[in-house]
């Protein structure tokens, strides 16, 4: 679990500079600068919990592995995948009703740092 969790948050991190990058030079001149706004706010989110999935990693060599750990990583990943995966097609393609998904990504992430926050609390040292 732990260098699973560790390569797909080094992975994610670096998919996420990538399409940052995209978006900085490729789209700046295509879309509107409202729509590069949300497309921004994807890439954020993206590497934020892109780095969140590597401190599971490491708590997961620290703490060792746990069922709410994996639950904690996998939401992470699930929440980069809708809150992110939907607002970069919604910033490019300008289909509005994609918006409805990208909440389903927040409480994915929302959970997923509960997961995280739960398994702390219940360390005994």
Known sequence: MQRRFMAWGALLAML???IGAFGAHM?????SEEHLQVYETGV???????LGLILIALAAGQWGESARLRWAGRLLIAGIVLFSGSLYV???TGISILGAITPLGGVCFIAGWICLA???FS???
């Not at 789209?27 to 879309?31: A, F, H, S, Y």
Request: proline share 0%; charged share 15%.
């Open 16 to 18: 996420s500079v990538g």
């Open 27 to 31: 789209l700046k001149t295509v879309i």
């Open 118 to 120: 739960w398994e702390a």
């Open 90 to 92: 919604l910033s490019i």
């Open 44 to 50: 954020h989110y993206h590497m934020v919990h892109a």
């Open 123 to 125: 360390r005994k040292s």
